[in-house]
């Protein structure tokens, strides 16, 4: 006896997923309206770009006034991103601590903690810049503050997500023996994720060296500086010679990173 098969019957959209989809289309037709996203005018702006790139290349690489200043500020922007993100490594273990629910039982130390923690995140790292570089003047000092409170807030947040993601059993043991929260902590959460730790603070070193090039931007040192000046003078020969020394040093810190992740992996 054969069994016919039935076709599986076709069901319609529902209500609600038309209307989100009509939502979406709405949103990004009044995003491409207010941003005056235009492809014809960068197709029409053809010969400001032939200009520019006329101008840029090749790139400028005298030794003694671009190269040599650019691989210094290259260092400079490297050590940024470096303090910038060891600095921070003791506030945002704190903050983390008492964001977690794995290591505090406290509403109260927990939601602080947490609003904390979203308020550095929130605030983006160049608006810390601008407002260390009014403090402290210009130069890569105020790009350092500006990571270390910045970097708190991500990296806060990320270290809190990853313990209470830990496995409970140890911390639970540890719980029904009397054990305190800084013991559970130390003793049951803190071996557990040392690893990813690691790995989630190489990888805001690695965010971190990038962003401390755009502070550069705002007066906070380092190469990005140097690019700000080059732009300003129109000299776009040396601001390709700045860019491609960026390149090298990212390149060097992302394959950096990679190595160690790789080490603590195995």
């Not at 016919?4 to 289309?25: E, M, Q």
């Not at 970097?151 to 305190?180: C, I, Q, Y």
């Not at 040392?194 to 007066?219: A, C, E, H, I, K």
Request: proline fraction near 6%; hydrophobic fraction near 50%.
């Amino acid at each position: 006896m054969s069994s016919t098969l039935i076709p599986p019957r076709r069901t319609r959209p529902s209500t609600v997923a038309v209307g989100i989809t009509l939502a979406v289309l709405a949103v990004h037709v009044l995003a491409w309206n207010e941003t005056e996203f235009s492809p014809g005018s960068l197709v029409d702006g053809w010969r400001g770009m032939a200009d520019f790139l006329g101008d840029a290349l090749p790139p400028d690489l005298t030794w003694a006034t671009v190269l040599r200043p650019s691989l210094e500020a290259a260092l400079v922007t490297l050590y940024i991103g470096l303090l910038g993100t060891t600095l921070s490594i003791p506030s945002a273990l704190l903050l983390a601590l008492g964001a977690s629910k794995a290591t505090t039982r406290g509403p109260v130390l927990y939601q602080a903690c947490r609003s904390l923690l979203s308020f550095l995140r929130s605030v983006p790292d160049v608006v810390f810049a601008l407002i260390f570089v009014t403090a402290v003047g210009l130069g890569p000092f105020a790009g350092v503050l500006a990571l270390i409170c910045h970097n708190t807030g991500v990296m806060g947040k990320l270290w809190a997500e990853a313990m209470e993601e830990s496995d409970p059993g140890p911390r639970e043991a540890l719980r029904t023996t009397g054990a305190g929260p800084i013991q559970i902590a130390v003793n049951a959460v803190l071996p557990t994720v040392l690893p990813q730790f690691v790995g989630l603070l190489l990888y805001r070193f690695d965010v971190n060296v990038r962003s401390s090039l755009v502070l550069g931007l705002v007066g906070a040192g380092g190469i990005g500086f140097l690019i700000n000046q080059s732009i300003k003078l129109f000299r776009f020969d040396q601001m390709v010679t700045h860019i491609l020394v960026v390149l090298v040093l990212v390149v060097a810190v992302d394959q950096l990173s990679a190595v160690v992740r790789r080490r603590i992996g195995a």
